[in-house]
T-cell receptor, first 114, second 115 residues
Framework: TQLLEQSPQFLSIQEGENLTVYCNSSSVFSSLQWYRQEPGEGPVLLVTVVTGGEVKKLKRLTFQFGDARKDSSLHITAAQTGDTGLYLCAGATRRGSTLGRLYFGRGTQLTVWP | DAGVIQSPRHEVTEMGQEVTLRCKPISGHDYLFWYRQTMMRGLELLIYFNNNVPIDDSGMPEDRFSAKMPNASFSTLKIQPSEPRDSAVYFC?????????????FGEGSWLTVV
């Protein structure tokens, strides 16, 4: 059973288009992270959101954490070929004040065509 | 500063053989994580250490898997005996203080194929 469901699994679009990918769970997380992974490399952290309803912007990327801290979305405006990659969301739990586990979704494979 | 360093990058081995994957975390980081990535299951946490002590190994698939961190700059993940279903990319990652607001740095992965 996957704790975090990401959709869509695959997304293929033209350069310049907008897109949104989703990360959903029935569980509440203390924080949620988004990563991008390119072929042959490890995931690279893009952003961490910690407060329900929080919105963070990273250039053309907008990340939102759901009010109930169970879901998140990533919106890309005017996609570029350099945005191609596997986008992973990861939800964090805590054990008291210390680190808990980080659960990853399976990811959305984004391909942006010129 | 060098990132997380993993070796080997690629390994092909026969079923039943012992496999040892190695990781050097970023200097000064006090958390180290081992993940496994497959198409079917995505990225799974196997085990993580804090200050060289294993904190949570509930993701380790079975007794054939073991991980050690003898010091702050080195960790190993061992599979003995290996099976074809162990074929995956194994990532090591490290972070400082492990707070989720901090960045977790992944290595480039060890691509394991068991035939």
């Amino acid at each position: 059973t996957q704790l975090l469901e990401q959709s869509p699994q695959f997304l293929s679009i033209q350069e310049g288009e907008n897109l949104t990918v989703y990360c959903n769970s029935s569980s509440v997380f203390s924080s949620l992270q988004w990563y991008r992974q390119e072929p042959g490399e490890g995931p690279v952290l893009l952003v961490t959101v910690v407060t329900g309803g929080e919105v963070k912007k990273l250039k053309r990327l907008t990340f939102q954490f759901g009010d109930a801290r169970k879901d998140s979305s990533l919106h890309i405006t005017a996609a570029q070929t350099g945005d191609t990659g596997l986008y992973l969301c990861a939800g964090a739990t805590r054990r008291g004040s210390t680190l808990g586990r980080l659960y990853f979704g399976r990811g959305t494979q984004l391909t942006v065509w010129p | 500063d060098a990132g997380v360093i993993q070796s080997p990058r690629h390994e092909v081995t026969e079923m039943g053989q012992e496999v040892t994957l190695r990781c050097k975390p970023i200097s000064g980081h006090d958390y180290l994580f081992w993940y496994r990535q497959t198409m079917m299951r995505g990225l799974e946490l196997l085990i993580y250490f804090n200050n060289n002590v294993p904190i949570d190994d509930s993701g380790m698939p079975e007794d054939r898997f073991s991980a050690k961190m003898p010091n702050a700059s080195f960790s190993t993940l061992k599979i003995q005996p290996s099976e074809p279903r162990d074929s995956a990319v194994y990532f090591c990652a490290s972070s400082f203080k492990g707070l989720w607001g901090n960045t977790i740095y992944f290595g480039e992965g060890s691509w394991l194929t068991v035939v």
